[in-house]
Structures are given as structure tokens and as C-alpha cells.
């Protein structure tokens, strides 16, 4: 897991009472979990309207959730330090899911690796912010706005 997900999981265990933990296995299909929520982690250098999630690991989230029954919740981080908190059961209420091939590097985990540099189809989807619950720094500290995680 990358330094920029670990930071993020400690500022969203200040606000949980339930506190998550991360995945120890680098290949495991999920990267956090606590007692209510699985999580899928995602570090953005820039923020976007809407953020991008790869079909394939929207399905596995599900179907973690599924099967573990627990939330699933698709966080992603920016530069700026915002946090974006979806919770994909409140999403897929509230939006359909249009998913598009658009080419993508093939991994940014081993970004270093010159063959993860190579672009490859994935079949993606955006999710509006605006659906999200959104920790912002303010004077110093985490604040959340528009709660909406269960």
C-alpha cells in the first residue's frame, strides 16, 4: 500500500469509531476493511468533478461487500489533501453506471517498472463528488461535509 493511502486511512480513522485496518497482502482484492465497510483506495494527483473507477475493481468491491456483508465504500484522495468517501450502495441508487473502454497505464502501483507504463484498454466508469462525503482541511484539521455514509 502507498504512503498517500496509508495517510488517508489515518485521517478517516479519526472520525470512525470503528477503525479501519489495511489489507496486509499488496495483491489482496480489497485494501481496507473495518467492522462495517470494505475499502477500495485511490490516490488522484488532481481532483476531478467526477472520479474515475475501474470496472473490475467496482466488482470486486462488490462482491467483497456481498459477501462479507459489509458496506463498500470507493475512497479517493488528491493532491490538495480532499478525501472522497463513496459509499457504492448510495451510488448505484443514485446514478447508473456507464461504463466506457478508455486506455489506461497498466498499473500505477510499480509505476517504476517499464512495462506498467504501457497503456492498456480498462473499462471504466465516473462517480460524481458531489455523491460523495468529502473531508476538506481546514485550519489545521480534517472537517466532513455532506455526510453520507450508510
Given at each position: 500500500m502507498k504512503d498517500k493511502e496509508l495517510h488517508t486511512v489515518n485521517i478517516l480513522n479519526t472520525f470512525l469509531s470503528n477503525k479501519i485496518t489495511t489489507e496486509v497482502d499488496n495483491f489482496s482484492v480489497i485494501d481496507a476493511k473495518s467492522k462495517d465497510y470494505v475499502i477500495e483506495l485511490k490516490h488522484r494527483n488532481r481532483y476531478y468533478d467526477?472520479?474515475?473507477?475501474?470496472?473490475?475493481?467496482?466488482?470486486?468491491?462488490?462482491?467483497?461487500?456481498n459477501?462479507?456483508?459489509?458496506?463498500?465504500?470507493?475512497?479517493c484522495s488528491v493532491e490538495n489533501g480532499d478525501i472522497f468517501v463513496f459509499n457504492m450502495l448510495k451510488v448505484i441508487r443514485c446514478v447508473p453506471l456507464e461504463w466506457e473502454?478508455?486506455?489506461?497505464?497498466k498499473s500505477t502501483e510499480f509505476y517504476d517498472k517499464p512495462d506498467n507504463k504501457k497503456k492498456k484498454r480498462k473499462?471504466?466508469?465516473?462517480?460524481?463528488?458531489?455523491?460523495?462525503?468529502?473531508?476538506?482541511?481546514?485550519?489545521?484539521?480534517?472537517?466532513?461535509?455532506?455526510?453520507c455514509l450508510y
Open positions: 467526477d472520479m474515475l473507477i475501474e470496472k473490475d475493481k467496482f466488482e470486486r468491491l462488490m462482491d467483497s461487500s459477501l462479507n456483508n459489509l458496506i463498500p465504500l470507493y475512497v473502454t478508455q486506455m489506461h497505464n473499462l471504466v466508469s465516473f462517480i460524481p463528488t458531489s455523491l460523495s462525503t468529502r473531508a476538506t482541511l481546514v485550519d489545521g484539521k480534517y472537517e466532513l461535509q455532506n455526510i
